[in-house]
């Protein structure tokens, strides 16, 4: 798509376009402090926001469509392929699976996965759908495939640092992680 969306300190969602390059001085308020964003991978006028108070919002074309309350410290949030799931990385070292409607809004718990110690910072599905990766601030990674762990301990590597942000490669195989370490490492062979 040619939009950039962005939240910030001001507890706001903002778009732009990139193609005219243009800013739009609309901005949506959140109504709270935004933890983590996700734009959706089909419906390119769809997005997440994640809120310290324990909140996940979707928005669409820059307007509010639902808030849902959540019960836990969100970190991370990140669409499934086809938008139809979003899975949010916990505080509480706990990756949630939500189903998603965006015609009406409704976010609904599908499954909670545990395997992490440590808070989960990021998040990412394959482009298939088929795997999820999640990263947390003790340095693991776990891959998940049908809600189970894949990997029976999770990756640790990454020099003592937690583990901020995780990305996949379109139809690469590859995921990507990056930490306070500085380092940025390319797993293959997922």
């Known amino acids: 798509g040619s939009k950039v969306v962005t939240v910030g300190l001001d507890d706001k969602f903002r778009y732009s376009d990139i193609k005219s390059l243009t800013f739009n001085p ?7 402090q935004p933890t983590a964003l996700a734009a959706a991978r ?8 994640t809120l310290s ?5 979707l928005i669409r074309d820059g307007k509010v469509v639902s808030t849902t309350a959540l019960g836990f410290t969100p970190r ?43 808070k989960v910072n990021a998040v990412t ?13 003790n340095r ?25 942000t995780a990305f996949s490669s379109p139809a690469a195989g590859l995921l990507g992680t990056a930490a ?7 797993w293959s062979d997922l």
């Open 125 to 137: 599905y394959s482009d298939d759908g088929a795997l999820i990766a999640s990263t947390d601030g």
């Open 76 to 118: 991370c949030v990140a669409f499934a392929p086809g938008d139809k799931q979003l899975a949010v990385g916990g505080a509480d070292s706990k990756l949630r699976l939500y189903s998603v409607s965006a015609a009406d809004g409704k976010v609904a718990l599908t499954s909670t996965l545990e395997g992490h110690v440590n």
């Open 42 to 49: 089909a419906d390119k006028d769809l997005a997440a926001v």
């Open 180 to 186: 306070s370490d500085q380092d940025i490492i390319i």
């Open 140 to 164: 693991q990674i776990i891959v998940w495939k049908d809600g189970v762990q894949q990997n029976n301990t999770g990756w640790t590597f990454h020099n003592g640092a937690s583990i901020e």
């Open 26 to 32: 609309n901005a949506t308020a959140l109504g709270g």
């Open 53 to 57: 108070s324990d909140k996940v919002v």
